[in-house]
């Protein structure tokens, strides 16, 4: 089912939830919905699911106008943070709760829920309450509750964000694999990054309301449209530095009064015409190097990560965060050169911070 | 290493050290109960009294803290040396014994330098006397006491005090219970002759040291208990002699229904002997017409049991839904509905008595359901005390509403249920402790109500038990009380079933929403 999602606007007495939001999702899609807390994107799903009535615009679902659509009549599954479970019925009432609600006869009922709950890996724990079911066993009954009836569209509010790591590395790809099988366009809103990039086909990045951008993971991490979604995408976060980028000897340089780096042709024509702008450069494009055309810099802090150590280092007024190898003992107070690679730098204009290379 | 190093330590049977601290441990309790008694007489007192309020409750505390005083300090002396009682058990019991002792020379100095415990001046007739044929004979007289001012001569046999017959006994606890100046008009026989003299009581110091002895003995019992006492009995102990009043109010009910007359806990019979069981005060359940109103027991329970029922089922039905609405929806006027719903809960019922009255007889006139709500019947009489509960019942509902998250709706919502097929099959089992709870209060309520019925029922016909209760205490005639217990422990016995039954649930009202769920 293809979702159409246009001028979607949220408003809360004074409150602004969500600004005109404008969102296509294709059929068989999953859609991640990224934003740190506050930002809109719980707001966004209960729009979705006919909870909340919008201010203001257009939801469709295929051709049809939902707006005003409860949302037993909109056939889709839900799985919540909370997992919101119904602590008074079994699994298996949780689970067949939506096909009694459908007055599915109780035979087919039995049936599909326990293809389901096999599915999920929980058929053996059907009549135990919700109570006495681990975090990741609940949180696959409401996934199996969601799934049971075979929804149009599956929504997912942070679904595993109160599960340990390491659950919720299987669960994503559980997730993952079954939206595939079963072809449901999902909508998976999330605050974690690395989810949002390992599951999703495009991912919306929001913030305060507002939709950043809507890209494919890949766009998002080497090509941001935006200020906001080149720090807010990756992790340790993009380093800034406000340059000047100039054409000097038929090349491209990027400067202020501590650096000066050779930049590509390609990227610095683009950024070359508007004067000072701010350049952006990942931690991993920056190498720590014994010699070469390098700039110097302090360490201020280091955090062992385990593979790799992260400096934080300081070079005229700008501060950065870069990735080195562990085994090169670098401690704080040291003095190191960096070598930066500058096939992936990015530049964004001052005032509108929108990108200069991609838009 | 260590075990050797301590036996070192301890060569003798005592140690000075651990003597001297223990002391020094009671020594410390008696100066600062001794400073509380100070602040309460010496400043707190005439402070209170100042502004010409009753300062009985300063002097009852103080004279509390008088009394307890030596025995903490003897607690606490015992209770210092229960860490070597493993150890060295014997010079233990010994440091704490011989503390207790110097303590007790050391209260009892107190004691006597301030007129308190066993020298506290005690009325007086500044005369002995002894046990005699037909009363007591007295012994001796102190120069120049009252006694003797009034006349008393030694041989006397005083034989009544006014016109009640005295002993010995019976005298000495006369005189001690006495005031300071009461007169005491004694019948004495001197010669074969009958006189009569009044003589007033003084305040007597005491300087008598045998009367510390006794007190010895129990300073000493108290240390060795206060030295073996096992801890974990403590709250038990305290909690016991907290709720004996209430224990020995019950047991006195039980009783009560059972027998003739008591006389405190002791059953009598119509001679004053102890005995005197019957069932007699239970007779009004086999038709016995105690009032006088000449009502079945049966109907009047009936009565009571339809205005308990009506409670809990209207105040169930009527909370849970506005408490749902409450806790969930939006709507024009909800916060003032909520602020005037505690104002109301607040409300004094009986100012309203009379402008209800006028709203029940005008309903009364309604045809068809007047026959039912009107004034003077059961179930109009449960719709007023429906009203007067319902806000507490509605705030109490929403309160465990609001402890439903909203996910659970909302994700019922989305599974294809109603609001109302929400609320009654999602919502509502997940507040069963709460509504169970809030049912059984609205029915006690209900079931114990008074002051509504006793007010709009007139007719012998539509009264509850409560009101019956009442009735049978009667201003004129005198009331058999033990017939009223009997009707009272008749009516406590469905609430003691339900307690039984549900405290669990009662409890709960308190902590709100489910335990354990989700
Ligand atoms: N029911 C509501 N009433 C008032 N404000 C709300 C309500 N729901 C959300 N908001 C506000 O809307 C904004 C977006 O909230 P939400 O969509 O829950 O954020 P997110 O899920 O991205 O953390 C927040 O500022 C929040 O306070
Ligand atoms: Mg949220």
């Known amino acids: 089912m293809e979702v159409k999602i246009e001028n979607l606007k949220k408003q809360f007495g004074q409150v602004i939830g969500v600004k005109d939001l404008d969102l296509n999702v294709r059929d068989g899609e999953f859609v991640a919905l990224l934003g740190p807390s506050g930002c809109g994107k719980t707001t966004t799903l209960l729009m979705l699911a006919g909870i909340y009535k919008p201010t203001d615009g257009t939801i469709r679902f295929g051709d049809r106008v939902v707006n005003q659509v409860q949302p037993r009549d909109r056939n889709i599954g839900m799985v919540f943070q909370s997992y919101a479970l119904y602590p008074h019925m079994t699994v298996f009432g949780n689970i067949s709760y939506p096909l009694k609600l459908k007055k599915v006869p109780k035979q087919e009922q039995m049936e599909r829920v326990e293809r389901v709950a096999n599915t999920m890996g929980i058929g053996g724990l059907l009549d135990r309450r919700p109570g006495q079911l681990s975090g990741g066993q609940q949180q696959r009954v409401a996934l199996g509750r969601a799934l049971v009836k075979e929804p149009d569209i599956l929504l997912f509010d942070e679904p595993l964000s109160n599960l340990d790591a390491r659950l919720r590395l299987t669960m994503r790809s559980e997730i993952k694999q079954l939206q595939n099988r079963l072809g449901i366009t999902a909508i998976y809103v999330t605050h974690d990054q690395v989810e949002a990039m390992t599951m999703a086909d495009r991912i919306a990045v929001m913030n305060q309301g507002v939709l950043q951008a809507f890209d494919t993971p890949e766009d998002l991490y080497d090509r941001p449209k935006t200020l906001f979604v080149a720090g807010f995408v990756g992790n340790p976060p993009m380093n800034f530095a406000d340059v000047s980028v100039m054409a000097e000897h038929g090349g491209f340089t990027a400067r202020n009064e501590s650096i000066r780096l050779q930049v590509p042709a390609e990227r610095g024509q683009k950024a070359a015409a508007a004067g000072k702008v701010r350049m952006g450069i990942r931690p991993e494009d920056i190498h720590v190097v014994d010699e070469g055309d390098a700039v110097t810099a302090e360490v201020v802090i280091v955090e062992p990560l385990g593979r790799d150590a992260m400096l934080d280092v300081r070079f005229g007024s700008d501060q950065f965060l870069v990735l080195a190898d562990p085994q090169k003992h670098i401690r704080a107070g040291d003095q190191v050169k960096l070598h930066f690679d500058m096939d992936s730098v990015q530049f964004f204009d001052l005032q509108s911070e929108r990108s200069l290379l991609w838009n | ?518």
Do not use: C
């Not at chain 2, 003897?74 to 009682?85: E, F, K, N, P, T």
């Not at chain 2, 207790?100 to 066993?118: A, C, E, M, Q």
């Not at chain 2, 449960?382 to 507490?392: G, Q």
């Open chain 2, 1 to 518: 290493m260590a075990a050797l190093a301590h036996s070192d330590d301890t060569p003798g049977v005592l140690d000075v050290h651990s003597l001297l601290r223990t002391i020094r441990n009671g020594l410390i309790v008696v100066v600062a109960l001794s400073l509380i008694v100070v602040i309460l007489t010496a400043f707190l007192r005439p402070l209170i009294a100042s502004v010409k309020v009753d300062e009985s409750v300063t002097t009852t505390l103080a004279q509390l803290v008088i009394l307890v005083l030596p025995y903490i300090a003897y607690i606490a002396a015992g209770s210092a040396v229960r860490d070597q009682l493993s150890d060295h058990p014997l010079r233990a019991v010994l440091t704490a014994l011989l503390a207790t002792l110097v303590l007790f020379v050391v209260i009892s100095i107190g004691h006597f330098v301030f007129h308190l415990g066993p020298f506290v001046p005690t009325s007086s007739l500044e005369m002995t006397f002894t046990e005699a044929e037909g009363g007591a004979l007295v012994e001796s007289l102190v120069p120049g006491g009252v006694a003797e001012e009034a006349g008393v001569q030694v041989g006397d046999l005083i034989t009544a005090v006014r016109r009640d017959p005295v002993t010995s006994g019976t005298l000495s606890a006369l005189i001690a219970r006495s005031a300071e100046d009461s007169p005491f008009r004694l019948r004495i026989v001197r010669g074969g002759e009958e006189t009569q003299l009044t003589v007033r009581t003084v305040l007597a110091g005491n300087d008598d040291l045998g009367k510390l002895l006794p007190g010895l003995v129990v300073a000493l019992i108290v240390t060795a208990v206060a030295i073996f006492w096992p801890g974990q009995w403590t709250p038990y102990v305290i909690l016991l002699a907290i709720l004996l009043p209430l224990l020995i109010g019950y047991f006195w009910l039980i009783i009560a229904t059972f027998s003739y007359r008591t006389e405190g806990l002791i059953p009598l019979d119509g001679q004053g002997n102890v005995g005197g069981w019957t069932l007699n005060n239970w007779n009004f359940l086999f038709g016995a017409d105690i009032s006088g109103l000449n009502v079945s027991i049966w109907q009047i329970t009936l009565n009571s049991l339809i205005i308990a029922v009506a409670m809990m089922v209207i105040v169930l039905l009527v909370s849970s839904m506005a408490g749902y609405a409450l806790s969930r929806m939006n709507f024009a006027g909800r916060r003032a509905f909520l602020s005037f719903t505690l104002v109301l809960h607040g409300f004094p019922a009986v100012t309203l008595l009379i402008p209800i009255f006028f709203v029940m007889s005008y309903l009364g006139k309604v045809p068809l359901v007047g026959e039912f709500i009107g004034f003077n019947k059961p179930v109009g009489i449960s719709l007023v005390m429906v009203a007067f509960e319902l806000p507490l019942g509605v705030w109490l509902m929403k309160g465990f509403f609001d402890n439903i998250p909203w996910d659970i709706e909302r994700s019922a919502l989305i599974d294809g249920a109603s609001r109302w097929r929400t609320y009654w099959e999602i919502l509502l089992p997940q507040i069963r402790p709460g509504i169970l709870a809030l049912g059984i209060f609205a029915f006690i309520g209900g079931w114990n109500a008074f002051l509504i019925p006793q007010t709009y029922s007139t007719g012998a016909g539509t009264i509850n038990l409560p009101v019956f209760l009442r009735q049978l205490i009667n201003e004129t005639a005198p009331v058999n009380w033990n017939q009223v217990a009997a009707v009272g422990m008749f009516q406590l016995i469905p609430v003691f079933i339900i307690f039984i039954f549900a405290q669990e649930y009662l409890l709960n009202i308190y902590a709100g929403g489910t335990k354990g769920s989700s």
